[in-house]
């Protein structure tokens, strides 16, 4: 049974920093494109980061991540997490664990299985 569950999310700071970790069990997870999704209150779901399947590259949204967050894949532990630096109260949000049988992607739609989330608040 394929499953993802995410933890280290919280209250953080305007500038601080917080880890996200997603446990994968049920398949290797360097087999698919993983990625983080998040989705704020009243807002869709947006891509923020993935790990190609194919060479193990990595990709940033713009809008979401780059140049602040990174994302990292530990394949012995068969888990991915991603470091948020510098956050922003508009990166407050519920945050997803995903996989896709593509090999890159962050596109929510093509994800094929998901996390429960982990809540991620952004205050003072």
């Known amino acids: 049974q394929v499953q993802l569950v995410e933890s280290g999310g919280g209250l953080v700071q305007p500038g601080g920093s917080l880890r996200l970790s997603c446990a994968a069990s049920?398949?290797?997870?360097?087999?698919?494109?993983i990625g983080w999704v998040r989705q704020a209150p009243g807002k869709e779901r947006e891509g923020v980061a993935c790990?190609?399947?194919?060479?193990?590259?990595?990709?940033y949204e713009d809008s979401a991540a780059k140049g602040r967050f990174t994302i990292s894949r530990d394949n012995a532990k068969n888990t991915l997490s991603m470091e948020m630096n510098m956050q922003k109260p508009e990166d407050t949000a519920v945050y997803y664990c995903?996989?896709?049988?593509?090999?890159?992607?962050?596109?929510?739609?093509?994800?094929?299985?998901w996390g429960q989330g982990t809540q991620v608040t952004v205050s003072s």
């Open positions: 790990i190609s399947s194919d060479d193990g590259s990595r990709y």
């Open positions: 995903a996989a896709s049988v593509h090999s890159l992607t962050t596109a929510p739609e093509m994800y094929d299985w």
């Open positions: 049920g398949f290797t997870l360097d087999d698919y494109a």
